[in-house]
């Protein structure tokens, strides 16, 4: 690859497609003849206004969301949404309800707990180790929302479709598969995404609020933790992450212009995670731990006959150019992210190393 | 200038320095040799390892912190520090004072109020538009900290000297003046500072926290609100905005390897405003809007005879290869941001054009 550049299958921060880090290379000392810096470009400046409007612009296209979404850019990553949801979107009162898929679901449910909002757990597949997603969840149709995680990036399950909750807004966590394929928007109230797996660098987390979602805010709420502050800025009421903004935003033209949009993406990722998880079906030396009907199309996880072969198959591939098969340290064994920047040969390559793998240690 | 770069003069974000800028220019596709963008390198990893905790070692050794102070990297801005402090550190049952000397610190006191936390205003500057520091002022002995703003880019003023609060530890937002001198560390119980105009891009708040100032922290506190989620992950609770963390450590390295510490810093801080401030004390075409006393080094802000030559001034210089020299639009007239980045140079030959303006329009 270009300057010995490797196959990066790290969970994230994850693998950006390259003409993007080609571009921000190329003017990162003259930014579209400002004589600036993306980096030093006030957030107050035609400059940097073209960024952040194209960027929400091409966010919504994308998604196919009307003018009833606001498209935000936060900053605390996925981790400060879990707690301002319940903060804004739960009143005195009132109730939500939970899906408990694995880690991230956990800590979201953690944080409502201690604001002391009433919530349920409405399903949970901790019972098996968090293997697959639940079906059939009998949600309270008087909630205020529904809150799941829609990949599971240290579990490697994902909601295939996302349930019927009989009209209660679903509020995703979709920090690891935003983008990787196309949504039924109108299901959902708020949806969010630490941006550091399939859209750009860790710093920014996009936020998409559907405006009915606002009425119930409470007024006593610190600025910065509420969704009006920044609705009412074009999430500028303070100084943005503007460079990881400007990411995103080349990352939402590499999606439309060079990838073709979201059904296309979601055609290529389906693509990829078929070569991997079809060739593992093939044999009984490579195990992947979720049930099938939950897998994940973006993290591909994994076990080996042994922890030593697991420690030698991720040493082997480092060798050989392939980064980030560890585990998460929680779970142990083996994964492959494969976001969308991960090219289809990336995988093929990792496939034909762990044939040759299997043949040697099988 | 190299790649026809222009004199910077904004308020924040700001010039960066150049060196800084064309090394992560030079490393953006593969970082250290892990074949992988800084933007793409997993937070777990050796390589961010090195650089958060150089990052840290470097402001310790700058700033002359030891090991009773913790350095964090947080998401937000000092906009969130405004609500962060109050909620960890003013506990039910006690005061905190302020002292309000401009947009931001009033800002500051809003957050206090809205979380409904007892404090009281020490002093202000507000009858004069906060054109100086106030001084003598009778701070509460039973105040739990005393929060100032050691710099306001948007009055133009700053704190030559900090204050004797009688041992009460002084909490201080120095978004725009952080290493730009040396500082009596054992005053302060927290610092905080967005980066983008001393120290770095947008994106993050570098805030040094004294260990005892936890002591208070309150149990009930979302995780990603509670300064000790920070100081037991070295700020890795969830993924950090590793980009603008590393920029921290290479503008570190370039405080301390090129510029010589911040002793070397103050002294050139001191040569740029002096070019300015005593060129505008020469004539009366030009006006610095603060009082002598109050001066800051960082932001100077100054008036014309009328509006028209404000603005002929601004287009001028933008013309002339000097941007962002319109002061903040709550106030008018001209400011000329001259961050620990911005080369004497740069100060020359705004001075040089300053002159030229009068003989032609005084």
Redesign the interface.
């Known amino acids: ?6 196959f ?1 299958f ?7 497609p ?1 003409p993007v ?2 571009e ?2 190329a003017s ?3 930014f579209k ?5 993306i ?6 400046s035609v400059w940097f206004d073209d960024v952040i409007n194209d960027a929400v612009a091409r966010t919504k296209r994308l998604l196919g969301l009307d003018d009833k979404f606001h498209v935000l850019f936060l ?6 949404q ?2 301002m949801v319940p ?1 804004n979107f739960l009143p005195e009162g009132k109730s939500a309800d939970y899906v408990n898929t694995g880690t991230w679901s956990t ?1 979201a449910i ?2 409502a707990k ?3 909002k009433a919530h349920r757990v409405a399903a949970t597949s901790e019972d098996r180790n968090f293997a697959y997603i639940p079906k059939n969840i009998p949600f309270d149709k008087d909630a205020v929302y529904v809150h799941l995680t829609s990949n599971n990036t240290i579990k490697g399950t994902q909601w295939a479709e996302f349930p019927d909750t009989g009209g209660v807004p679903i509020v995703a966590d979709m920090s690891s598969d935003i983008m990787s394929r196309p949504l039924d928007v109108e299901k959902f109230g708020v949806i969010y995404a ?1 941006a ?1 797996k399939n859209i750009g ?4 987390c996009m936020v998409i609020v559907r405006d009915d979602m606002l009425k119930t805010i409470p007024d ?6 509420n969704y009006k502050t920044f609705t009412e800025s074009n999430s500028m ?8 903004i400007y ?1 995103i935003q080349l990352v939402m033209k590499w999606l439309e212009e060079t990838v073709g949009g979201l059904a296309a993406m979601e055609k290529i990722n389906q693509e990829k995670a078929g070569l991997l998880y079809d060739f593992m079906d093939s044999t009984d030396f490579y195990n992947a731990t979720a049930d099938k009907d939950s897998r994940s199309l973006m993290n591909v996880t994994f076990r080996l006959p042994s922890e030593d072969l697991e420690k030698l198959l991720i040493k082997e591939a480092t060798a050989a ?1 392939m ?2 098969l560890k585990g998460h340290r929680s779970v142990g064994g083996c994964r492959a992210s494969i976001y969308n920047a991960m090219p289809v040969e990336g995988v093929q390559t990792l496939v034909d190393f762990m044939k040759a793998f299997e043949k040697k240690n099988g």
Do not use: D
Request: charged share 10%; with cysteine; hydrophobic share 40%.
């Open positions: 690859m270009a300057e010995n550049r490797i990066n790290n969970a994230g921060p994850a693998v950006l390259l880090l080609e921000i290379q990162f000392l003259n003849g400002s004589g600036m810096s980096t030093e470009v006030s957030h107050r900053q605390g990553g996925a981790s400060m879990f707690a903060m800590k953690k944080e201690i604001l002391k630490g550091q660098p860790a710093g920014v006593n709420l610190p600025s910065m933790l009421y303070n100084t943005p992450p503007c460079f990881s990411t150019g980064g980030g």
